[in-house]
């Protein structure tokens, strides 16, 4: 079955920067694109990057020249380098792949940028 497993939150300063990681399996992870999505509570799930299967990319304005996402498919692995961090972007972050029509989620990882 499909699985996406998040790892790499925590707290960090204003300015500092985190990476985060999703480790997928149970499908043909090259052949899908993959996106990374955040909550904050009482805020919708937001599209924050997504990475084709061509090594495409998209991302929110708000996190432009901030953030790059990646992948590695021997790894089955998408990351999420995240830099000079802002207390807006605290939030839960979710791995998200759609396979086969599905909508597959992982976990979540919790980021919080405070002093």
């Known amino acids: 079955q499909v699985q996406l497993v998040e790892s790499g939150g925590g707290l960090v300063q204003p300015g500092g920067s985190l990476r985060l990681s999703c480790a997928a399996s149970?499908?043909?992870?090259?052949?899908?694109?993959m996106n990374w999505y955040r909550q904050a509570p009482g805020e919708e799930r937001e599209l924050v990057a997504r990475?084709?299967?061509?090594?495409?990319?998209y991302y929110a304005d708000s996190v432009k020249g901030r953030f790059t996402i990646s992948r590695d498919n021997a790894k089955n692995t998408v990351y999420l380098q995240m830099n000079s961090l802002k207390p807006e972007d605290t939030a839960g972050y979710y791995c998200?792949?759609?396979?086969?029509?599905?909508?597959?989620w992982g976990q979540g990882t919790q980021v919080t940028v405070s002093s």
């Open positions: 998200n792949a759609r396979v086969v029509s599905i909508n597959y």
């Open positions: 990475i084709t299967d061509t090594v495409s990319t």
């Open positions: 149970g499908f043909a992870f090259r052949l899908y694109s």
